[in-house]
């Protein structure tokens, strides 16, 4: 069974810039979350989508924002990118979101915003 | 919001001792609480969970145990071995695949 699968792995953009990431969750699950992992600020939530509707958010600027499609693959993307967005975004996915379920993560997209 | 702290941040032990790490939370609707290890360069990866109704929870070397009523958990690693050597989060949920991590403990395990 394949992973989940996140692209790109590996980018550098310019502030200013916008970006888009993408993760396919592992066959049959349907829940996708997105993380922020940086040295200073450690794991933070994003967003989390299910069957195509954000069911919640983290406490990030609107900059940030996200979809799901009909195959429960997902997007993020980030605006008007700034230093501070450099960082290792994470993509989870679990069967329904339902706590307990087992997340499993992506291996990253890093980011590098110069 | 929900608030996890965790300690230590660096943890260095012998090969064979045991490792514990510990995390706090804020919000007692929390109930579900993972933990993952984080190699060098790779994603996470779940180690053990353990819900709200149990408090204790075994898996050959790991065990963790909670304590509700003091909303702390901890995370215990017997036997360790250089290959336990890596960065463990602890985690608190209390709905849909919203996680709040703790900071991480980076543990070293000496050969």
């Known amino acids: 069974k394949a992973g989940v699968t996140q692209t790109p792995r590996y980018l550098i953009k310019t502030r200013g810039q916008q970006v888009t990431l993408s993760c396919s969750p592992i066959?049959?699950?349907?829940?996708v979350s997105w993380y922020q992992q940086t040295p200073g600020q450690g794991l933070q939530f994003l967003f989390e989508?299910?069957?195509?509707?954000?069911?919640n958010k983290g406490n990030f600027p609107g900059r940030f924002s996200g979809r799901q499609f009909s195959n429960s693959r997902s997007e993020m993307n980030v605006s008007t990118l700034e230093l501070g967005d450099s960082a290792l975004y994470l993509c989870?996915?679990?069967?329904?979101?339902?706590?307990?379920?087992?997340?499993?993560f992506g291996e990253g997209s890093w980011l590098t915003v110069v | 919001g929900e608030n996890v702290e965790q300690h230590p941040s660096t943890l260095s032990v012998q090969e064979g001792d045991s490792a514990v790490i510990k995390c706090t939370y804020s919000?007692?609707?929390?109930?579900?609480f993972p933990w993952y290890k984080q190699e060098l360069g790779k994603r996470p990866q779940l180690i053990i969970d353990?819900?709200?109704?149990?408090g204790e929870k075994k898996d050959q070397r790991i065990a963790v145990t909670l304590n509700k009523t003091a909303k702390h958990f901890s995370l215990h690693i017997t036997e360790t071995q250089p290959e336990d050597s890596a960065v463990y989060f602890c985690?608190?949920?209390?709905?849909?695949?919203?996680?709040?991590f703790g900071s991480g403990t980076k543990l070293n395990v000496k050969p």
């Open positions: 989870a996915s679990s069967l329904d979101g339902t706590v307990g379920n087992t997340i499993y």
């Open positions: 066959s049959g699950h349907r829940s």
């Open positions: 989508y299910f069957s195509e509707t954000q069911r």
């Open positions: 919000d007692s609707a929390s109930n579900y």
């Open positions: 353990i819900r709200s109704n149990v």
């Open positions: 985690a608190a949920s209390d709905n849909f695949n919203k996680f709040y």
